[in-house]
């Protein structure tokens, strides 16, 4: 039988058939997130755009679209993407090709990672929604800023921001190990909010 578990920086074995939330660590996120490419890496400057630098920018979104939400469902926006620390970032069309079986262990892997940091396993549809609006403006954002995307074709793809929500909001690329430490720190103060 094919081995369906991998090894982790922090020395912790996850299962990717049966994830559990204490095999779950948020440096091994933070890590994977930092070093996982968004857009196949096609994307203009000298550092690859990664899924921790989009989880970033779609929290503090979250954070401007949805003012009074808690912090918890603030902590889900950043960890929206967080399986794709173990599974990689792979855009829509592949994830159409592959099929609903991707989708099952995107679920898994979610379900025990937000267990382990005390959010439902399954978030509430209205509050995945509003990470979904969120991700979206990131994805124009994105598009326009760095892939390469006229601000029209963005537009018919991911829909165009509200006037003056990411006024102020750049897209600066760094170095794995800055955006590291800023995820990080970020889900460290999410989590201290949450008490």
């Not at 967080?82 to 379900?111: H, N």
């Not at 800023?145 to 909001?169: C, N, T, V, Y």
């Not at 794995?176 to 909010?193: G, M, Q």
């Amino acid at each position: 039988m094919a081995r369906a578990w991998q090894r982790m920086l922090s020395g912790r074995r996850l299962d990717l058939l049966d994830p559990t939330p204490v095999d779950i660590e948020i440096e091994d996120i933070a890590h994977g997130l930092a070093f996982v490419a968004r857009w196949n890496g096609q994307t203009a400057g000298d550092y690859p755009y990664s899924v921790a630098e989009h989880s970033l920018l779609v929290e503090t979104l979250y954070g401007r679209m949805y003012p009074k939400a808690p912090a918890k469902y603030r902590l889900a926006a950043l960890l929206h993407d967080a399986p794709e620390y173990v599974i990689g970032d792979m855009i829509s069309p592949v994830k159409a090709a592959v099929g609903p079986d991707y989708g099952d262990l995107e679920e898994r892997l979610m379900a025990a990672i937000h267990i382990r940091f005390g959010l439902p396993a399954m978030l509430p549809k209205t509050i995945k929604a509003q990470i979904k609006r969120a991700d979206k403006v990131s994805a124009y954002m994105e598009a326009t800023q760095i892939a390469g995307f006229s601000e029209r074709e963005a537009s018919k793809f991911f829909g165009a921001p509200k006037p003056g929500l990411i006024d102020g909001l750049d897209i600066t690329l760094r170095p794995p190990v800055e955006v590291r430490r800023a995820f990080t720190d970020r889900h460290h103060a999410l989590l201290k909010d949450l008490k």
